[in-house]
């Protein structure tokens, strides 16, 4: 009864495009969405015309509404009532609220974790309990409305569906991120694209540039060097595992019984000779949780373990975000004691995952991470239907590579990008010293070698066997010790 005729339209409207949301999805807004069950389980891909008209708002004009929000500011406004009066309506998320209706519906969506195209599998599972639930999710809706007005064939509508309506989510794919960096290459006389770790940058060319009417020969491309020399960081390629057991961690090999436990006693032989004379912190970084937890159960069984304990105190990434800055608080105490004491254990041992909560962000300089070791290569799941879907895009619209398509192309840049975010925590400034070992034979191929950063690349050894990798990681950590005693 306050709102003007225009605002109260304009609010009826957002009001009844989450009630049609709402029904896509299978559930009813008078009931609570937590105790309503999908039909199906399963991700389905839509067009943006296909999704409008199965939703049936084709007949609303999104461009009037996405107007009305800008001009109104109506999340920040509800935003700032929320912070004002949240009392109740900001709570943790694990005391669920028994609401019902659209309400309950709009706390549950806020909480969704927003999943990125081609991940790492299950690195991205973080809602958890204990996390801040936003009362007011309507940005994200603005978003997601915004996304609505692209051109059919530039995005998809992903449904994926799940246990309960609550469970469930709505999410934009978008296919040709070119049509809006377009707006700011004709505006600008220069652009720059900046980053730490962006090796590889064949897709930002592709796609945000050359995409959008450029011209390749108007690109620079630079790279500046490390502040470390040279003889601080040892990269090496390890082919083959103590019983020349060549290292190739594909899903198709990994998952063949007489294969599965080979790759995991070969990775355990590895880490154990590792943790014998490597000093301080080795952090291991595995393709994926589920494959994490797959090798510790069997290095448990088989004993394994118990023999890395004896070197190394393990230590796990933790499955709540709230609980990363305690572990690693542990871990340094355990490094810092560890070499104050000199005791029978010379160090930590850290198990992490690909694109978790510890392969970006976090520093494990010096002594927290003098060795990184990359079990496989990190390919995200080629059967997710967005990622099949993003790669049947490029091949349809983007020239081959040398040979290889440009849906090949992106798997493998997806893949080192996240390599390179995680294998890049250890050296932190100009005294740094780290090896970074990569177990897996593909490594070697040049088209991988060239993805990795370039200060990276210029120093890896391809090792085909393990005795003359390990012969030399011993011989780097040695000339560094007698180099630290000298020094002193």
């Given amino acids: 009864s306050r709102l003007k005729a225009k605002n109260l339209m304009y ?18 807004v008078k009931q609570n969405p937590s105790f309503q069950k999908v039909a199906q389980d399963g991700t389905t891909l839509k067009s943006i015309n296909d999704f409008l008209f199965h939703s049936q708002i084709d007949n609303i004009n999104l461009f009037k509404i996405q107007r009305y929000c800008t001009k109104s500011m109506i999340s920040r ?24 209706g659209l309400q309950q519906f709009l706390q549950d969506l806020s909480q969704k974790s927003r999943h990125t195209v081609g991940a790492p599998e299950g690195a991205l599972e973080d809602a958890e309990n204990g996390q801040l639930r936003t009362a007011s999710p309507l940005m994200q809706i603005e978003g997601f409305l915004s996304a609505l007005t692209n051109a059919n064939q530039d995005g998809r509508v992903i449904l994926h569906m799940q246990g309960t309506v609550a469970q469930s989510s709505l999410k934009f794919l978008m296919l040709n991120p070119a049509v809006h960096f377009a707006e700011v290459l004709k505006e600008c006389r220069s652009v720059i694209i900046a ?20 011209s390749p020969e108007r690109i620079t491309e630079f790279s500046c060097g490390h502040v470390i020399p040279a ?31 080979i790759f995991m006693d070969e990775t355990g032989r590895i880490l154990t000779n590792l943790c014998n004379f490597v000093p301080g912190g080795l952090v291991c970084f595995f393709p994926s949780y589920e494959y994490q937890k797959r090798i510790q159960e069997h290095w448990e069984k088989s004993g394994l373990l118990k023999r890395l304990a004896l070197k190394k105190k393990i230590f796990q990434e933790p499955k709540r975000a709230n609980q990363v800055d305690q572990v690693l608080v542990e871990y340094s ?20 995952v690909v694109g978790g909560k510890m392969s970006e962000g976090i520093n494990f300089s010096d002594d927290l991470g003098r060795c990184i070791v990359m079990v496989g290569m990190p390919y995200p799941n080629i059967r997710s239907p967005e990622l099949q879907e ?9 020239p081959k590579t040398e040979g290889v398509s440009a849906g090949r192309v992106l798997i493998e840049n997806l893949c ?32 991988i070698l060239g993805k990795l950063p370039q200060w990276i690349r210029s120093s890896t050894q391809v090792k085909p066997n393990f005795g003359a990798a390990f012969a030399t990681i011993r011989k780097f950590f040695q000339q560094k010790k007698s180099h630290s005693v000298s020094s002193s």
């Fill in 390 to 398: 993003k790669m049947s895009y490029l091949d349809k619209t983007l």
């Fill in 11 to 28: 609010v009826k409207q957002l009001v009844f495009l989450l009630e049609k949301f709402v029904q896509v999805m299978g559930g009813n």
């Fill in 333 to 352: 105490k355990c490094i810092k004691n560890c070499s104050q004491s000199g005791g029978a254990q010379n160090g930590a041992l850290l198990f992490s």
């Fill in 77 to 100: 406004k509800l935003s700032g009532f929320v912070e004002k009066f949240k009392g109740t309506e900001t709570c943790l998320a694990n005391k669920e609220s028994q609401k019902a």
């Fill in 195 to 214: 980053g730490g770790t962006m090796q590889p940058v064949s897709d930002f060319k592709q796609q945000l540039l050359i995409s959008a009417g450029l």
């Fill in 416 to 447: 080192m990008k996240a390599v390179n975010q995680s294998i890049g925590r250890a050296i932190r400034h100009r005294g740094d010293y780290a090896s970074i070992v990569l177990l897996d034979h593909r490594y070697s191929r040049p088209a």
């Fill in 231 to 261: 003889e601080n960081i040892l990269p090496i390629v390890l082919c083959s595992g103590p019983t020349n057991q060549q290292l190739e961690f594909t899903y198709q090999k990994r998952d063949l019984p007489e294969m599965e436990s």
